[in-house]
T-cell receptor, first 109, second 117 residues
Framework: GQNIDQPTEMTATEGAIVQINCTYQTSGFNGLFWYQQHAGEAPTFLSYNVLDGLEEKGRFSSFLSRSKGYSYLLLKELQMKDSASYLCAVGWNDYKLSFGAGTTVTVRA | ETGVTQSPTHLIKTRGQQVTLRCSSQSGHNTVSWYQQALGQGPQFIFQYYREEENGRGNFPPRFSGLQFPNYSSELNVNALELDDSALYLC????????????????FGPGTRLTVT
């Protein structure tokens, strides 16, 4: 199966930190991606994890635990422009991608 | 470097009609994947084309079909349109499947918004 679960919505204030969790079924797993999608626009690549641990990229970090089928995306020093949908996507051994439904993050002043 | 482009931007069709959506991949990419994204949902994989051949298919009926051309551009065809086909259709291009370090890094086009009435 390819069930990918992430929260539907999260709200935070400017300057704060938000953590978006993602769980997935581990069979056939071959990498985890996070994408950002602003309303009416295409998804844009944020991060990729294939090994356990934390990958840091400026204000964004992504963590992976393969044994637990768990990842999170950490957004620090939130800015208004970070208001968007964040998509967790799993890559499988057949090189295909499956996306979660997305988490809508709203940043308030 | 030219990004992924799609045409048309918006399209309105009636139930039962057929539609063709087009995608030009990013320069240097020979793999194209198509996704359907319903409102409030994540993209759902339709199929992937690699070197002009279908390289995997998601859970979509045969009335969804595609083509890839020698210049790696691609088409998505949908026959006998249904109301539930209304969605944003995304095309994404990537390097050859399995190429390190980011085999799956896909670059998305802006999408075609299809409305079926």
């Amino acid at each position: 199966g390819q069930n990918i679960d992430q929260p539907t919505e999260m709200t935070a204030t400017e300057g704060a930190i938000v953590q978006i969790n993602c769980t997935y079924q581990t069979s056939g797993f071959n990498g985890l991606f996070w994408y950002q999608q602003h309303a009416g626009e295409a998804p844009t690549f944020l991060s990729y994890n294939v090994l356990d641990g934390l990958e840091e990229k400026g204000r964004f970090s992504s963590f992976l635990s393969r044994s637990k089928g768990y990842s999170y995306l950490l957004l620090k020093e939130l800015q208004m422009k970070d208001s968007a949908s964040y998509l967790c996507a799993v890559g499988w051994n057949d090189y295909k991608l499956s996306f979660g439904a997305g988490t809508t993050v709203t940043v308030r002043a | 470097e030219t990004g992924v482009t799609q045409s048309p931007t918006h399209l309105i069709k009636t139930r039962g009609q057929q539609v063709t959506l087009r995608c030009s991949s990013q320069s240097g990419h020979n793999t194209v994947s198509w996704y359907q994204q319903a409102l409030g949902q994540g993209p759902q994989f339709i199929f992937q084309y690699y070197r002009e051949e279908e390289n995997g298919r998601g859970n979509f009926p045969p009335r969804f079909s595609g083509l890839q051309f020698p210049n790696y551009s691609s088409e998505l065809n949908v026959n006998a349109l249904e109301l539930d086909d209304s969605a944003l259709y995304l095309c994404a291009s990537s390097l050859e499947p399995g190429l390190a370090p980011l085999p799956y890094e896909q670059y998305f086009g802006p999408g075609t918004r299809l409305t079926v009435t």
